[in-house]
């Protein structure tokens, strides 16, 4: 079982609707991050969060809204989407010590999302 | 450019052979190489971890980083069957938080067939 858990694992949203994707880390890292994998794309980075604080957000359109409520727990709040947003949603942690030790970023195992 | 460029594929290889995954890049600022090994339905999985050039074995594997040339690669030696996934490369240019902050390929698929 992953210390990542994505929660729904599929997900089929019409255009008008407004959804939510959850992830938890049962890993005790402080470094969140969202990534999306389209078919025959590369894994895109959308945000990542440092501490609860938003740190990056790597020029994602705005019916992508992340939640940060704690360092265990990340949401994605969608609304609006296109069909074009059908995609893999990825969440992963790591832990950055700030002492130069840093953990490798572990992967959820994704919420496949449909948009009709 | 893509940043990182990998070829997808597919690869198909007898079981026992020697796969040989390779990955280019372009931003001389990436010195931390990483391969995720995917399952089908699964979310990537660290496989191999090298930080700037050099080698680095762990079992059947080998991950070869060569800066000068912004070439890495992966060897699987003896390849199983359960070695068929998708392989992807991954690049950070910093630690910390940006240990996070990958640049992936576009992920080779490996098929190992009996």
């Known amino acids: 079982e992953t210390g990542v858990t994505q929660t729904p694992r599929h997900l089929v949203m019409g255009m008008t609707n407004k959804k939510s994707l959850k992830c938890e880390q049962h890993l005790g890292h402080n470094a969140m991050y969202w990534y999306k994998q389209s078919a025959k794309k590369p894994l895109e980075l959308m945000f990542v969060y440092n501490f609860k604080e938003q740190t990056e957000n790597n020029s994602v359109p705005s019916r992508f809204s992340p939640e940060c409520p704690n360092s265990s727990h990340l949401f994605l709040h969608l609304h609006t989407l296109q069909p074009e947003d059908s995609a893999l949603y990825l969440c992963a942690s790591s832990q950055d010590t700030g002492t130069g030790y840093n953990t490798e970023a572990f992967f959820g195992q994704g919420t496949r999302l449909t948009v009709v | ?114």
Not at chain 2, 39 to 56: D, H, V
Not at chain 2, 58 to 80: E, H, M, N, P
Not at chain 2, 99 to 113: C, D, N, S
């Open chain 2, 1 to 114: 450019q893509k940043e990182v460029e990998q070829d997808p594929g597919p690869l198909s290889v007898p079981e026992g052979a020697i796969v040989s995954l390779n990955c280019t890049y372009s931003n001389s600022a990436f010195q931390y190489f990483m391969w995720y090994r995917q399952y089908s339905r699964k979310g990537p999985e660290l496989l191999m971890y090298t930080y700037s050039s050099g080698n680095k074995e762990d079992g059947r594997f080998t991950a070869q980083v060569d800066k000068s040339s912004k070439y890495i690669s992966l060897f699987i030696r003896d390849s199983q069957p359960s070695d068929s996934a998708t392989y992807l490369c991954a690049m950070s240019a910093d630690g910390g938080t940006s240990y996070g902050k990958l640049t992936f390929g576009q992920g080779t698929i490996l098929t190992v067939h009996p």
